[in-house]
């Protein structure tokens, strides 16, 4: 299978998730402010050489603990803690639209 922009963009669509296109060619997601978390979530997808990739960020938002231990938490805790907070998170993100306060 050939991973392209059509193709993602169609999974997004039959999700029901818009995307945008934006001058690089890249694919734009939005997720507004809700009452849950106060900040747009943008999400940018890119695909590019039969990869699919992902950055994505929060303009204003400013993290409770330092970006760096919440990026590399994840890497460096017990695996039962791990696999606990992988299922939780994927149970807590299942729809396109939970975007909530991080999990502890």
Known sequence: ??????????YLDELH????????GDMVIVQSADEDFGHDVVIFVIVNNNRLSYAAGSPGYQP????YFLATAAATCPPPLCAMATCAWNAHSSSTRKYRKPIS
């Open 1 to 10: 299978m050939t991973v392209d922009k059509k193709l993602i963009r169609e």
């Open 64 to 67: 409770a603990e330092d970006p």
């Open 17 to 24: 998730i818009s995307t945008r296109i934006d001058e690089d």
